[in-house]
Structures are given as C-alpha cells and as structure tokens.
C-alpha cells in the first residue's frame, strides 16, 4: 500500500532554465507528493538558449522502467512531458497500459508560437495523440490543442466557439478533460478548460505582460496534478494554478531576468505548502 501519493514524471532534466523535472519535483515535493522522475534526456540548459549539451536517454529506459516493473511499483498517477522522439513515445506507452488505476495526465510537447519543434515531426504528432487518448486530462498550449485536433486558426483572434471545438475534438481521442494554456488575447493570458461530460468550456483570465518565460507550462501541469491528487476539483486546480503563475510572474518582473531563465516561482511555494 502506498501511503504518500506517488507520481511518475516523465520529462526531461535541463540544469538551467527552471523547467521541465527540475520545476515539478520541487512543486510535488511541496505539496506532500512523490516525484518518482524517468528523465528523456538531460540538458545542460532548456534549448532557448543559444548553445546547449543534450543527452539523449531513449536507450536507458526501458531498463528503467524494467527495474519498477520488477519491483511491482505502484503509482497514483503519471504525467508525461517532453518526449524526444517516436520510440520514447512508444516506451511510455507500454508502461501506461501496465499501469492499473494510475491518473494518467499528458502534457502533450510538440510545439508553441504556432510552430511545431524542430526535434519533431508528422509522424510523431500523431503517435502523441495514441499517447493522449489514455489520458484522463491532457494540457496542450494552444499551438498543441491545434496540432492534435487537425486545425490551423487565427490564434490571435480565437472566439469560444473555436476553442470549445478545439477542446471536443481532442476530448475525442479519450481525454475526459482538456486544459488549453496559454492562449494571448492583446493583454490577456487565458487557460480554457474542456469538460467532456458537460461539453462545456470554463476561462481563467490573467493579464498578460508580453514576456514568455521558460518553463511555465511545466509549472502549470505540475502544480495542476498535485492538487488534483490533494482532491480538488480539476477546475479549482487550475484556477489556483494560473494564480500561482501570475503572482510568480509578476515577482519575477522585478528582477529584470532574461526569460529563458524562467520564473521566480519558489517564493510563492510556501503558500501551497502542505
């Protein structure tokens, strides 16, 4: 029996730019949760940065993963970040259906600023969306939400019709519900949430400072998990979220700090604290 939750984050580890497992290991921690971390591959620093180290850890994980299975290991949920090409995909997939009466939450990395990554293509877009249809929650940015459901839009100028579409035609895959972040409107940041069941949309508005700084889409999904696992509501879960991100926006706002450096989010972790 597990006494503290437990959950496996899979992602990858960049030493600069307080992203990715370096961000949802202390945010878990915070909030009374295990982070149990498969790491895709590890980074000198996040890829913003003008030169970068990667190592790429594809060909470690299945023994990784090997060694859990072994040891009958357990987990309340996985949440699955970065992964860095089809076969990493296909690694976490195996492990997923193994996993019984485990939260699965995807935060499906393939793209942002209407762009997809460079590090990936046609083909692995759509294995994603076999990696999202055994999702219970998925949290693509707006340029994922658009990747996965087949659409090219005006993201600058996105109606709630467009997003409720949006949010159906990738709750379609499986996903009960689908959280679109980061979607700018002028001076308007707003994360939308899909709820499945009601086929209805809910917003959660905060201004908007024109900086986008590494690794808040790593805190969002992060912070969002552990307060579900504490038994809030997915809706109040993103509503603290987005709050917390704001607050840790503006408190970096200060500072005058280079945005791959990312957000000064730790002061604020003390009010999460359990």
Do not use: H
């Not at 149990?36 to 003008?50: E, G, H, M, V």
């Not at 055994?134 to 658009?146: F, H, K």
């Not at 579900?228 to 840790?248: C, H, P, Q, R, W």
């Amino acid at each position: 029996m597990i006494n503290q939750k437990r959950v496996v984050v899979i992602n990858d580890l960049s030493g600069l730019g307080k992203c990715s497992l370096t961000v949802s290991i202390s945010i878990l921690s915070a909030l009374n949760i295990q982070a149990c971390p498969i790491p895709t591959a590890i980074l000198s620093n996040q890829t913003q940065f003008n030169e970068y180290s990667f190592y790429d850890f594809t060909n470690n994980m299945k023994d990784y993963i090997n060694i859990w299975e072994k040891q009958k290991e357990k987990f309340n949920a996985i949440y699955t970040g970065f992964l860095g090409s089809y076969t990493q995909i296909d690694i976490i997939l195996e492990f997923i259906k193994k996993q019984k009466d485990t939260l699965i939450i995807v935060d499906p990395v393939m793209g942002d600023n209407g762009e997809i990554y460079e590090t990936y293509n046609k083909d692995m877009c759509n294995k994603m969306k076999e990696l999202v249809s055994l999702s219970y929650i998925v949290t693509p940015n707006i340029t994922e939400a658009c990747i996965l459901a087949g659409e090219k839009l005006d993201i600058e100028n996105l109606t709630n019709d467009d997003l409720k579409r949006l949010g159906k035609k990738i709750a379609n895959f499986g996903p009960k519900y689908v959280i679109i972040t980061g979607i700018i409107n002028k001076n308007k940041i707003i994360n939308v949430l899909y709820n499945k069941e009601e086929d209805e949309i809910y917003r959660v508005t905060t201004k908007f400072n024109n900086i986008s700084y590494s690794g808040t889409g790593d805190i969002f999904t992060s912070m969002l998990t552990a307060l579900i696992l504490n038994g809030n509501s997915v809706y109040k879960s993103m509503e603290i979220t987005t709050d917390f991100i704001y607050k840790a926006i503006q408190y970096t706002n200060k500072f005058n700090i280079n945005p791959n450096y990312g957000i000064c989010y730790e002061k604020f972790l003390r009010e999460v604290i359990i």
